[in-house]
């Protein structure tokens, strides 16, 4: 797990100093090393975690000059030494141990086809001496990030967004088509908009080559298709239960290659605990587990221990528990923002970072469990999509933090257009392979929500600390097999049961059949106190109104009633507009 960053010119020598900007900004991303190639017009930057060969041999970035090539990467390739093998048994040879060669010889030996190989996550750019031609790639799912800028003279990429605002020279303008979908989708914003005009991120699944005279190609490598196979017609409840078991235990297995320590968030729900079990189950002992909790805040509870105790006591797990009070998250509040490569409302944001910084003295590797709900339906709003016969109307009233309505009065006319979020929705839909309304529902929260709220914000805390999490349930193989299966055995019985009856082979049923939990910060939430003195402070500085994004008036109106403007998904309307100005705010914008 790295920071990857560049520098590419069309007319000119690509600038060092630049990209040296880049690197610094990314330096908790890659805390044991820095590395920095030049090649005339174009230079790359690499910062170093050190996971797999820890040896000087793994630095970037690397290059093969047999081959001509050159290489910065980030994320892990799980099954590395299976294509080692057969790399070396067509004549290749390595000068390391380090999954980044694999990736080098790889694009060598089979062009940009070899991610079609890789089972793992990651963000890659290479480039070709003799061509000069730059190649830059995103996982399946977008467990990891890449983000880009570009003039008609040069492109610059990075791991994160402030890394290319370190560089200078970007148009920081907000995106008004962005924001509405930030203030529409919990903060979410779809590839390849940001919420500055001058900042793009290569959307997952996506390979784009950059030739040495600009001219930038497109191509999408893996899609996703929800819903029944005519091939899968006999299969029986307990068929799925079994293959759902199946795939999980070796994506687990495929997560704990490392050269360094690794441990499981374990927050008690089922996600995380079928991580748990399903390692106990393949023989790891003295498994390293962590789960933090924070003060109960207007009778909303802020933890969940009794039920990450019960797993840690079922599989004799090594357990640290962080209990946080309302102060210490207050103080982290601004470390959390900082952290984020883009504003990022959810509560639970300083949470991670909290927990990845004890969790970082412990281990360098961790497995996580989001994407469980996305991948097998276990949200509130999939079972009103069964049936729907108008599911983007559906999908908007289940999702939505707010209407194109009450978007009207929260934001100035120049930030103001059409109604972006729900145009989006009618478009992916109807683009959409899949044929029911629910199952249209998963991809768009597979393919999109997904990648840019739990995903992003795993990646982001934790990288924060110099950790490197891992997400199973993201594992492309286990996620195709749910695409497969029958909605219904999906989003039966409030969510995620065919996830729950199959974890019944391993996991405690007081732990299956609890209500379904969160991440708790109630603070966040139910923001009084200091946390509103904060809030207001951030909201009352001259820039933020003097930036012109949001009608005062709907300002005061969240400042005067906090707990009264909750979203439908029972979120902080305050917070998600405080949040926004504050990561302006952070980041010089």
């Known amino acids: 797990m790295c920071g990857i960053c560049g520098e590419i010119c069309f007319d000119r020598p690509a600038d060092p100093a630049a990209v040296d900007a880049m690197m610094g900004c990314l330096q908790p991303r890659g805390p044991d090393a820095a590395g920095l190639l030049g090649s005339g017009r174009v230079v790359f930057g690499h910062r170093r975690l050190k996971i797999i060969d820890l040896s000087e041999a793994g630095q970037q970035p690397m290059v093969d000059p ?38 080098l010889k790889a694009y060598h030996a089979w062009g940009r086809a070899c991610v079609e190989r890789f089972a793992g996550m990651f963000a890659f750019a290479i480039l070709e001496r003799e061509s000069g031609r730059v190649v830059l790639a995103r996982d399946r799912l977008g467990v990891k990030p890449l983000y880009y800028s570009e003039t008609k003279t040069r492109f610059r990429f990075a791991s994160s967004l402030p890394a290319l605002l370190a560089a200078g020279d970007i148009d920081t303008a907000i995106d008004p088509v962005a924001l509405h979908h930030y203030m529409s989708w919990h903060a979410g914003v779809p590839a390849p908009l940001t919420i500055l005009k001058g900042v793009r991120k290569l959307a997952p699944a996506t390979i ?8 930038q190609h497109a191509s999408t490598y893996w899609t996703l298709a929800i819903g029944p196979r005519e091939a899968d017609r006999g299969r029986t409840e307990a068929d799925w239960r079994e293959a759902v078991l199946d795939a999980l235990g070796t994506a687990v297995e495929r997560r704990q290659v490392a050269d360094v320590p690794t441990g ?19 023989g790891q002992q003295g498994l390293k587990t962590f789960s933090v909790g924070f003060d109960a805040v207007n009778g909303v509870e802020g933890d969940e221990f009794k039920y990450s105790d019960i797993v840690a006591e079922t599989f004799a797990t090594d357990h640290t528990k962080l209990a946080v009070d309302g102060s210490r998250t207050l103080e982290a509040l601004p470390a959390a923002i900082a952290a984020m490569s883009e504003p990022q409302m959810s509560h639970d944001a300083v949470a991670f970072l909290l927990l990845s910084q004890e969790v970082a003295k412990h281990v360098t590797v961790i497995q996580s469990g989001q994407g469980a709900d996305e991948v097998f339906g276990g949200y509130h709003w999939y079972p009103k999509l069964m049936g729907s016969t108008d599911p983007v109307a559906d999908y908007a009233k289940a999702y939505f933090d707010r209407d194109h309505a009450e978007m009207r009065e929260a934001l100035t006319p120049d930030m103001l257009g059409g109604d972006h979020s729900t145009d989006y929705i009618a ?16 991809q768009l929260d597979q ?20 950790l490197e999490a891992r997400v199973p349930f993201l594992d492309h193989d286990l996620v195709e097999l749910a695409a497969r299966i029958p909605a219904e055995l999906k989003v039966r019985d409030g969510g995620k049961y065919i996830l729950k009856e199959a974890a019944r082979a391993v996991v405690p049923a007081e732990v299956i ?3 379904k939990g969160y991440f708790p910060v109630p603070a966040l939430k139910h923001i009084r106190g200091p946390f509103l003195d904060y809030v207001r402070e951030i909201l009352d500085r001259p820039e933020a109104r003097a930036r012109g994004i949001f009608n005062r008036a709907y300002v005061d109106h969240l400042l005067a009633d906090p707990d009264g403007t909750l979203t439908p998904k029972g979120n902080s309307k305050l917070w998600q507009v405080a949040l926004l100005e504050s990561w302006l705010q952070t980041h010089g914008v």
Not at 68 to 97: P, Q
Not at 208 to 215: A, K, S, V, Y
Not at 449 to 459: A, C, G, I, S
Request: charged letters at 20%; one cysteine or more; aromatic letters at 8%.
């Open 447 to 466: 393919e999109v929500m997904m990648v840019d709220d739990p995903v992003k914000r795993v990646d982001n805390m934790t990288m924060a600390c110099g």
């Open 66 to 103: 047999a081959l001509g090539l050159a290489i910065v990467f980030n994320g892990c390739i799980y099954n590395f030494r299976a294509l080692r093998a057969e790399l070396e048994a067509a004549g290749y040879s390595f000068f390391s141990a380090s999954d980044t060669e694999v990736v």
């Open 208 to 215: 784009l080559t950059i030739e040495q005279d600009g001219t």
């Open 427 to 442: 478009a992916f839909f109807a683009k959409s392979r899949s044929a029911s309304a629910i199952d249209k529902t998963l």
């Open 264 to 282: 499981v968030l374990l927050s008690g729900g089922l996600d995380s605990s079928l991580l748990v079990a399903l390692l106990a189950r393949s």
């Open 513 to 515: 059949d609890r209500k």
